[in-house]
Structure formats: C-alpha cells, structure tokens
C-alpha cells in the first residue's frame, strides 16, 4: 500500500509560477513510476508528466513542455512538479499517482492515487 498527499496547489495569475510536491509513505516509493495528472471540469483525467523509478527518463505532454518539471527524490519519498510560465488552460485539478510498472500507461495502470490539489490559474 502506498499513500500519496499532494500540497501545493492554489490561485495565481497567468505567468506565474507554482510547485506541487506529492508525500509518498507506505511501501518502497523507488519502486514506482510517478506521474501527474491533471482533470480540469468536464474533461477527462490526463497524464501531465511522468517519471521512471530512478529519475533517469522523464515524460511530458506537448501542451507544457518547456513550462513544466517533474523532479524525484527517492531518499525523501517525494515527488514535484515544477509549474512555470502558467496559463489559464493549465486550471484544473491535479493528482498524482504510481505506477509499478510503466512510466506511462493506461489511466488503469497506475496503483495509487492522490486526492488531488486545485490550481486555478487567473487572467
């Protein structure tokens, strides 16, 4: 069992930037893929970014490469996400999840999940 808590999130205005961290406690986190996903109202959850077990492979949906940086530190069983350059689409609810056995899969992959952290992104 692993148990995730994101914190983070919240208001800012276009431009600006913000990190998400995500706690991982339970079994071995080094074992896992870690991924960010993000489901704004009426969309459907998607995978932001991604990254494998060691840190050493890294993935990122068109929209948000260049603006965002996923990051591990498997000594602190944590995982960040590093938003800069932020845009009103980026509004949404973001989650993040493990995965034991692809960095990116299928949404059904992924073991655990987070309960999510808001960030709202103002004109």
């Known amino acids: 069992q692993v148990q995730l808590v994101e914190s983070g999130g919240g208001l800012v205005q276009a431009g600006g930037s913000l990190r998400l961290s995500c706690a991982a406690s339970?079994?071995?986190?080094?074992?896992?893929?870690m991924g960010w996903f993000r489901q704004a109202p009426g969309k459907e959850r998607a995978l932001v970014a991604a990254i494998a077990r060691s840190g050493g492979g890294t993935y990122y949906t068109e929209s948000v490469k260049g603006r965002f940086t996923i990051s591990r530190d498997n000594a602190k069983n944590t995982v960040a996400l590093e938003m800069n350059n932020l845009k009103v689409e980026d509004t949404a609810v973001y989650y993040c999840a493990a995965n034991d056995r692809y960095m990116v899969g299928p949404i059904t992959t992924y073991n655990y999940w987070g309960q999510g952290t808001q960030v709202t992104i103002s004109s």
């Open positions: 339970g079994r071995t986190f080094g074992g896992y893929a």
